[in-house]
């Protein structure tokens, strides 16, 4: 893939990152992730559609509830909106190309700044997406995912599809639309929707059944419009329990695929599983993972991590080997993602202020997930780790147990075996030898 760089070049001295194996001693260059190396089957770049998240990357800013910002870009000069908006898209694509990344992803207002004027907004967000398209072709890049912020500006602080005031819905329809035509004029796989604030603070003042509905309601205006408009990608709902509200009508993967079916969703759209929204649930990342897969839902991930010792949306690098052997044992074996890829959703720390610590928090995320996807496929292959789970289901293989699976058995029926076979053994669940054999192929 070429560099892209427009007038000016932001990220000064850093060059294409490049495979050098995992001998180098170059900490800005992949030691795992080899793009066109073949893995099961398909390269590393199939299996692991990376893509750069617009928001974190090129706008945010460092600056938390206690200070100001200390991430200071040269791309955010510029007084006009769009002028500043081309400028801050040049850098991301001389980035995501330096990265040698197939994709990225966006909100609406990432792009370019929005103000309250709908029409102008409109004529903003297009000027950006004929300007993306041009990158887009000159790069190969691809948008794996648009979305439209339905959450900081003021008017949305009672949620958007789920505001109790229509007028406020209608505004989010508006944007919707707005975001879904520049989605599909890129050619973008797939459109988000994560929750926002798509929820209650309390419910003494809110019509939980009403809300409910009305997001279903929004979903099917949004997915009908998208649909003939021509667009074929995948819809997405990516679960998150709480923050900003105290409770999410996307709380997790059960929620959500219990809420498409009620609602007669579920033939659009898939999950985008995000790795700390799992843990803010209560859940494992892989708990999320499996119960998508389990429904034939995986559609995409948000690659991030968070903290051991809080309980907040930290959005960190991923950089757990074990974790991601775990998860990625899951994709592999599921099939891998339904249109999606793994977008990351991460930002460095505040005080990672050099425009390198951006290379080196990536190259951290794609060489953990490219090492997990080797020595997931290892195990796969030459463990005993799919024999084992296998064997503690054999009693169902064969015999009765066979007979009860397919409902052949009454509960007298059972407890005549009972009686006939006596008291059963008692049987090991292996953990720690299965947790082992993860840390043998690491
Ligand atoms: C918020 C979050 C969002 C979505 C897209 O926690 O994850 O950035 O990924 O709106
Ligand atoms: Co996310």
């Not at 070429?2 to 495979?19: A, L, M, R, S």
């Not at 929820?199 to 809110?206: C, E, P, R, V």
């Not at 809300?211 to 929004?218: M, S």
Request: hydrophobic letters at 35%; aromatic letters at 12%.
């Amino acid at each position: 893939m070429p560099v892209i760089t427009g007038d000016k070049e932001f990220f000064k001295g850093i060059g294409q990152i490049k495979y050098e194996g995992p001998q180098t001693d170059n900490p800005l260059a992949y030691r795992w992730y080899d793009a066109n190396k073949t893995v099961a089957g398909r390269t590393m770049k199939e299996h692991l559609r990376f893509a750069v998240a617009y928001w974190h990357s090129f706008c945010g800013n460092g600056a938390d509830p206690f200070g100001e910002p200390t991430h200071l870009y040269d791309w955010n000069d510029k007084a006009d909106a769009v002028a500043r908006a081309k400028d801050k898209m040049d850098a991301a694509f001389e980035f995501i190309t330096k990265l040698d990344l197939p994709f990225y992803c966006f909100h609406d207002v990432d792009v370019v700044d929005y103000t309250n004027d709908v029409s102008d907004n409109e004529k903003r967000l297009q000027a950006l997406t004929e300007y993306a398209k041009q990158k887009q072709a000159a790069s190969q890049v691809q948008l794996l995912w648009g979305t439209a912020n339905l959450f900081s500006n003021r008017r949305y602080m009672n949620g958007a599809a789920t505001n109790p005031d229509f007028h406020v819905l209608a505004h989010a329809g508006a944007q919707v639309k707005a975001a879904l035509d520049a989605t599909i004029a890129l050619g973008g796989h797939n459109y988000v929707f994560w929750g926002g604030r798509e929820g209650y603070m309390s419910l003494l003042n809110t019509n939980m059944k009403r809300e409910q509905e009305h997001l279903a309601r929004f979903l099917h205006t949004a997915k009908d419009y998208a649909r003939k408009q021509g667009f074929k990608g995948v819809f997405f709902i990516e679960p998150k329990p709480c923050e900003p509200t105290k409770h999410q009508y996307d709380y997790d993967s059960a929620t959500v695929i219990s809420f498409l079916r009620q609602y007669d969703l579920l033939k659009d759209f898939k999950l985008n599983i995000e790795v700390n929204h799992a843990t803010l649930a209560g859940h494992t990342f892989t708990h999320e993972l499996q119960v998508a897969v389990d429904a034939g839902m995986l559609g995409s991930m948000d690659a991030n991590r968070g903290d051991y010792q809080n309980g907040w949306d930290t959005d960190q690098f991923p950089n757990n080997i074990n974790e991601l052997v775990e998860a990625m044992l899951i994709i592999l074996e599921g099939g891998g993602f339904q249109g999606g890829g793994i977008n990351f959703d991460a930002k460095r720390r505040r005080n990672s202020t050099d425009a390198e610590d951006l290379f080196h928090a990536h190259i951290g995320g794609i060489d953990t997930f490219a090492r997990a996807l080797l020595v997931a496929d290892t195990i796969l292959k030459q463990s005993e780790y799919k024999k084992i789970r296998a064997e503690r289901y054999a009693s169902f293989d064969s015999g009765k147990g066979a007979a009860y699976e397919k409902g052949g058995l009454s509960l007298e029926d059972l407890r005549e075996y009972a009686i006939a076979n006596g008291e059963p053994k008692v049987i090991s669940g292996r953990q720690e030898y299965l947790e082992n054999l993860i840390n043998r192929y690491i």
